[in-house]
């Protein structure tokens, strides 16, 4: 069953939660959806603000939880600029690696 509820929450300043091996490339590319250890797709989602700049533009962390198992993992984020909203994806190469085997799928 799919669930996910998402909590809004401040933080002072972004930060690196639970798990960051290379199974959070997995549960990446799954589109946040499935858990890299026990494949449950019942997550909560916590939503933490860090800040505001001068234009609106948020940044902060969001923490994926697996309510399943309890794993967990951190993604920081940024409305502003013009990369993805879960920026280090892009940094990592994860983000071109993702639409390529989407393309893959369709071809
Ligand atoms: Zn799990």
Not at 2 to 16: A, P, T, V, W
Not at 38 to 49: I, L
């Amino acid at each position: 069953m799919e669930k996910l509820e998402i909590h809004h929450k401040y933080s002072n300043g972004q930060f690196k939660a639970g798990d960051h091996s290379e199974c959070r490339k997995e549960f990446y590319m799954s589109n946040y959806k499935v858990c890299p250890k026990c494949k449950s797709q019942d997550f909560t989602e916590e939503h933490y603000v860090a800040n505001c700049r001068w234009n609106g533009d948020g940044f902060g962390t969001d923490v994926f939880k697996c309510n399943n198992c309890n794993w967990y993992t951190s993604f920081e984020y940024d409305e502003g600029g013009d990369s993805e909203y879960y920026y280090e994806a892009r940094w990592n190469g994860w983000e071109n690696e993702r639409d390529a085997k989407e393309k893959e799928k369709k071809d």
